[in-house]
């Protein structure tokens, strides 16, 4: 029997706003261990949240992008549980009332995966094992998370890594996240099971916690969808349990079954007073959104004429498309610009983190003009080539590498004079194009470019010709 | 004249400095705290650096504020910077907190002499006093009894005047039930006049700061002090006018309810001390109107529901690891996580504990947190209505007079009905202020509360203190402590 792969996913971002969802701690990356935290955040004995809405507005953001409703009236709750790196004992996060309500990922195979909602909530501390003892970092506690709960409508693993990539590239898009997950600022959990392909039903799920590479989540899946195929091929049940996974020997283990499941009981927090966010500010965050990198791409496609593949380079990274839309300004082909970035600037930007920073010493309009000297028939494409070559490792612009001389081509007249030398000192090559040789005209049309040392319009010196012996 | 405004005309007029003043009270907490047992910690060192700084802008002739140099004592579950705050838990023994809770930042701006942390019921947790670590306080009008909870130490420490006031917590009748039995004044304000802000909590929908004086007039004044908004509480929005100059109103035609609910079951001489205080209003113009309140029976589970839930989460901090106390043995973080939280709460604290985890756990949620929280919607209603109809509510404070020292301990279910009166309050979020209003055969003080509007202090206030002037002479004070 054939068996079909059933994902959801609930995704962790942390949002980077300045500081933490409940105080004025900074909510930066590493340092000294203890040293980005107050008594808020310690949860000191009779310290109380205060919400940062600097936090709701990112989420909004985050929700808008996705399609998501946003929410008049949300709610805090508490999450209780307990554990060293959660100071209070209990994590502020939202069950009763998220938010954003659902949304979708469209893949680029036209499926939506839909959402459940989007919540906003508080992220923990981390332990330190060392020196076979276990300390205890609350720098990362508070620190503003939104998680991303999708429906089971994940059918596949690479549909799994697109829904990824998809989420991380609309969140920097919108500016909410560096979603880096290495660094853990998107982390995953991936609920999996199976069923026998063209049933209904959902089989029972299990829950890989804490996924922080999409090659392991890949791997991961993999794993999983064997394991339980197999379970059920030899007459097993999948039991419902959270997982971990375990990259050093790519299998999953349980961490706890059902019955050992958390009782979180959940409750409002009553320190926290209600959200309200008004039609007024949804719009205006809307407004302040960026173009949607699916709306870019559809765009280029359609209105630049772009071919898919080269749409989905340029839109990968915000940065990239906003280079490319800056250089685009006003030129004629488009397309030029987009073989000089995928071409020649990808070529100095090898790595995905390079693209994402996309950290090129010449500036958009710097292209701009160069692809304008092309437009206008003033250089020629190859020189077009080598003089971006020097642009990008000097930083300075086309007119420091092309002389007077080398542009300005020639006037018509002078391009006619040039035509006819060609054809009175190549009778051979005339009388080879008479005869239905095709190619022999690019002889002639080499011959004018040769005298013209390249300044010639070789098209319209090919049409000249045409005219003169055709 | 309250006690406040006694000891700031005594140090403007140069009568004492308020070094001595301060040194008097100090030695006084010496003498009869053994027997009181009202501090648990006393912070002398630091009440005479404020006294002298005091002492300072008297003799630089500058003026001084109405609190300025007045000896007072904070419930030890209000955060003071450098100073043990315990909550009289063992879990807390040696927390010293890094940060001032919101009120004693603006109470230490006003050169507040600070004499000391006063007693409570663990984490606030009793009505007797007695869940305390540290043995429960005693009642200055007789030490045999209790001085209630779970404010006791400030109660038993104002009543026995070694302190001038305090501030309490009132998360059920924290504030009113120990003033009640100790005979002085508590006000537990509108549910976010005062901030939070570093109070450790026990339930945090309900709990609120407030004053226990020896006047109403100390009360307003410290009222005014410290009902400010304040960003660190984001359900703090402050009150909205002051009260002290609206003590004095005339009365005339103000219209007080009284709920015939909340007359049942409580003990005759109680009743009648309510009832005749309401003789009182009447003969000061006012006009009484009886009406009924069913829902009030319900007052009582909702709050035990409510609270448990909330301490249950507020609680679940304490496990050795950053402050506190922490077990000497144990064998990894889970097992030291257990001990110490067995080791570290006493019995009161389990139980509400247990019962709050038990309400919120999944198959319980809706028949018990959610249920509560749909009554507490109603009584909210109801109080409303009611306070359409009048002004103020008048009511018993408690049903009973101050028991003797063990009774609530045998009984801990009987000890939560004490509460009776006290709770509705608190679950509508409204002020109450409880005064004295007799005393019953044993020479034990009567006390009976008003309640206002939400963020009505300053009318629960004024009819407070009409009643008092009125009373002026039925009052009999403690033989302890400073005599202004």
Known sequence: MKYELVSGFETHIELSTKTKIFCGCTTQFGGEPNTHCCPVCIGLPGTLPVLNREVVRFAIKAGLAVHGEIAEVAKMDRKNYCYPDLSKAYQISQLYAPLIIGGYVELSNGRKIRLHHIHIEEDAGKLIHQHGDTYVDYNRGGVPLIEIVSEPDIRSIDEAKEYVEKLQQVMRYVGISDCKMQEGSMRCDVNVSVRPEGSEELGTRTEIKNMNSINNIAKAMEYEYDRQVDLIESGGQVVQETLRYDDATGTTSSMRSKEDAHDYRYFRDPDLVTINVSREEVEQLRSELPELPADKCKRYIDELGLPEKDAQ????????????????????????????????????????????????????????????????????????????????????????FISESDMGGIDENALIELCKNAVESN?????DFKNGKEKAIKALVGNVMKNSRGKADAVLAESKIKEMIG | MGSIAKIHDMLTSKQCSCAELTKSYLEEIEKSNGELNAYVSVTGAEALKTAEAVDKKIAAGEEIGMLEGVPMTLKDNISTKGIETTCCSKILTGYKPIYDASVWELLQAQNAVMLGKTNMDEFAMGSSCETSYFGGAANPFNTDHVAGGSSGGVASAVGGNIAAYGLGSDTGGSIRQPASFCGVVGLKPTYGSVSR???????????????????????????DAISKRDKRDSTSVGSKKTTFDSLDNDIKGMKIGIAREYLD??????????????????????????FDLPILKFALPVYYIIACAEASSNLGRYDGIRYGYKTEHYNGTHDMICRTRSEGFGD????????????????????????????RGTIISAFNSALENCDVILAPTVPMTAFEKGHAVSDPVETYLTDICTVPVNIAGLPGVSIPCGFNSNGMPIGMQLIGKSFGEAEILNAAYKYQQAQSDKFIDTKWGVKL
């Open chain 2, 348 to 375: 009161e604290v389990k139980r509400r504990i247990l019962l709050g985890t038990y309400v919120l756990s999944a198959g319980y949620y809706d028949a018990y947190y959610k249920k509560a929280q749909n009554l």
């Open chain 2, 197 to 223: 802000y570093g109070l450790i909590a026990y339930a945090s929908s309900l709990d609120q700061i407030g004053p226990i004086t020896k006047s109403v007039e100390d009360a307003s004044i410290v009222f």
């Open chain 1, 313 to 400: 380079l340029l839109t990968k990274y915000r940065k990239i498309s906003e280079y490319f839309d800056e250089a685009c300004e006003g030129v004629k082909s488009p397309k030029s610009v987009s073989n000089f970035i995928i071409g020649q600037i990808f070529r100095r930007t090898e790595t995905e983190a390079d693209k994402e920073s996309f950290d090129v010493k010449t500036s958009p309009k710097q292209l701009n003009e160069l692809v304008k000297l092309l437009d206008s028939g003033k250089i020629r494409n190859n020189l077009a080539k080598s003089t971006l070559e020097k642009m990008l490792d000097s930083g300075k612009g086309a007119l420091d």
């Open chain 1, 427 to 431: 009778p051979k090559a005339v009388e």
């Open chain 2, 265 to 290: 079951g409580v003990r005759d001489d109680v009743k009648e001390a309510v009832l005749n205080a309401a003789e009182v209003y009447k003969s000061l113009g006012a006009e009484i109107v009886y």
